[in-house]
């Protein structure tokens, strides 16, 4: 063969070594790109924490829900301890405001109450004292009335008989009684007299309220005498 026949055949020959060689290359590349690939994946997975780091943050706030489910017990307990403070303090309110509580009671003065005198029919020579608290809060009538007619010289005695078992107590607005005897029946009491003014006194006061007589005055005698204070007409009047 002539040295013009091989140099066509190594061409061919370098020309076959060359696709080859850029075959290989291919090939590499194909890899290159599968590890290309590989390093897709490999930042895929490097945003996990990412999304990893959502799932702490929803955990996060599932344990804000949590804290605040810790809280309602907390508030619970604060509202119980509020609803238990309420309670003592309207208990407290409830014994503060009670009307019959020494605390909350006053006397019954010429201040806080007014009073009628008015003569009855039944019975003989009566006159029946009627007291109506005025004042806001309850109080208390001690013992009898103290009767002081125009020109007496002396108090009226009370007729023992008559004492309650327990001091009369009124209500802003309630009512207690007591009964004069004016004079006595049969003469006994002596001449007598006619009086045109009472004032009625309470037991531990100085002061005095106007009970206003009829016009033509009453008949009393040396007999005159009253009951202790009472919560009944009817009691009062059967002394």
Same mark, same amino acid.
């Not at 949590?66 to 208990?91: R, T, V």
């Given at each position: 063969?002539?040295?013009?026949?091989?140099?066509?055949?190594?061409?061919?020959?370098?020309? =076959?070594?060359?696709?080859?060689?850029?075959?290989?290359?291919?090939?590499?590349?194909?890899?290159? =790109?599968?590890?290309?690939?590989?390093?897709?994946?490999?930042?895929?997975?490097?945003?996990?924490?990412? *999304?990893?780091?959502?799932?702490?943050?929803?955990?996060?706030?599932?344990?804000?829900?949590?804290? =605040?489910?810790?809280?309602?017990?907390?508030?619970?307990?604060?509202?119980?301890?509020?609803?238990?403070?309420?309670? %003592?303090?309207? *208990?407290?309110?409830?014994?503060?405001?009670?009307?019959?509580?020494?605390?909350?009671?006053?006397?019954?003065?010429?201040?806080?109450?007014?009073?009628?005198?008015?003569?009855?029919?039944?019975?003989?020579?009566?006159?029946?004292?009627?007291?109506?608290?005025?004042?806001?809060?309850?109080?208390?009538?001690?013992?009898?009335?103290?009767? %002081?007619?125009?020109?007496?010289?002396?108090?009226?005695?009370?007729?023992?008989?008559? %004492?309650?078992?327990?001091?009369? *107590?009124?209500?802003?607005?309630? %009512?207690?009684?007591?009964?004069?005897?004016?004079?006595?029946?049969?003469?006994?009491?002596?001449?007598?007299?006619?009086?045109?003014?009472?004032?009625?006194?309470?037991?531990?006061?100085?002061?005095?309220?106007?009970?206003?007589?009829?016009?033509?005055?009453?008949?009393?005698?040396?007999?005159?005498?009253?009951?202790?204070?009472?919560?009944?007409?009817?009691?009062?009047?059967? *002394?």
């Amino acid at each position: 063969m002539s040295a013009s026949a091989r140099r066509p055949r190594a061409g061919l020959f370098a020309a =076959a070594t060359l696709a080859l060689a850029a075959l290989t290359l291919a090939a590499c590349g194909n890899d290159d =790109a599968s590890g290309t690939r590989d390093e897709g994946a490999a930042n895929s997975s490097s945003t996990a924490p990412e *999304s990893g780091q959502e799932k702490s943050g929803a955990g996060e706030a599932a344990g804000g829900t949590d804290g =605040a489910g810790g809280g309602d017990p907390g508030g619970s307990s604060g509202g119980e301890g509020s609803g238990s403070s309420g309670a %003592k303090e309207n *208990s407290g309110g409830g014994t503060g405001s009670d009307p019959h509580d020494p605390a909350n009671r006053v006397p019954c003065t010429a201040d806080n109450t007014s009073v009628t005198a008015t003569p009855v029919s039944r019975p003989l020579n009566y006159m029946l004292l009627t007291i109506s608290n005025t004042g806001a809060k309850m109080c208390d009538l001690a013992g009898y009335p103290i009767l %002081k007619f125009d020109g007496a010289q002396s108090v009226p005695p009370v007729i023992e008989d008559s %004492k309650p078992q327990a001091v009369t *107590s009124l209500k802003p607005g309630g %009512k207690g009684y007591a009964a004069a005897i004016l004079s006595a029946g049969d003469g006994s009491g002596g001449e007598g007299r006619t009086a045109q003014s009472l004032q009625i006194g309470f037991q531990g006061s100085d002061k005095f309220a106007d009970a206003a007589l009829q016009a033509k005055g009453v008949h009393i005698d040396d007999k005159l005498r009253v009951t202790y204070w009472l919560t009944s007409s009817a009691d009062a009047l059967t *002394s």
